[in-house]
C-alpha cells in the first residue's frame, strides 16, 4: 500500500521560512517524480514544484528563487525548502507521487491525474 507523509508545515511571518518533508512508502521511490501541490479554500489546486526522477526540477513562476525542492532517495523523501514566505503562500501544501504539469480545479486529492496524493500540511503565513 502507498503511503505519503507530510509533515514540517505550521504558522510564520512573513519572511519567514518552513521546510516541508514527505516520506513515501509502498512504491519505488527513485523511479517516480514527486512533487507538492496546494489548495487555499476557494482556491484551484495549484501546481507548486516538482522533483523528476531524472534530478530536473520544476517551480511554477511565483515560488522561483524562494522555495527549493529536492529529494533524498535513500531516505525515500522529498522536501520543500520555503523562504521569503509571503501571505499569499497560506495553504494546505500536499505531497504527490507522479505530478501532473497543471494545475486543477476542485479539491487536490480528487484529481485522478496524480498517482497518489498525501494528507497534506497546512502553512499558515501571517503579517
Known amino acids: 500500500e502507498v503511503h505519503l507523509v507530510e509533515s514540517g508545515g505550521g504558522s510564520v511571518q512573513t519572511g519567514g521560512s518552513l521546510k516541508l518533508s514527505c516520506t513515501a512508502s509502498?512504491?519505488?521511490?527513485?523511479?517516480?517524480?514527486m512533487g507538492w501541490y496546494r489548495q487555499a479554500p476557494g482556491n484551484d489546486c495549484e501546481l507548486v514544484s516538482i522533483?523528476?526522477?531524472?534530478?530536473?526540477?520544476y517551480y511554477t513562476d511565483s515560488v522561483k528563487g524562494r522555495f527549493t525542492i529536492s529529494r533524498d532517495n535513500a531516505k525515500k523523501t522529498t522536501y520543500l525548502q520555503m523562504n521569503s514566505l509571503r501571505q499569499e503562500d497560506t495553504a494546505l501544501y500536499y505531497c504527490?507521487?507522479?505530478?501532473?504539469?497543471?494545475?486543477?480545479?476542485?479539491?487536490?486529492?480528487?484529481?485522478?491525474?496524480?498517482?497518489?496524493w498525501g494528507q497534506g500540511t497546512q502553512v499558515t503565513v501571517s503579517s
Open positions: 509502498g512504491f519505488t521511490f527513485e523511479d517516480n517524480n
Open positions: 504527490a507521487r507522479d505530478p501532473y504539469l497543471a494545475n486543477f480545479t476542485g479539491p487536490c486529492y480528487l484529481s485522478r491525474y496524480v498517482t497518489d
Open positions: 522533483a523528476n526522477f531524472d534530478s530536473s526540477t
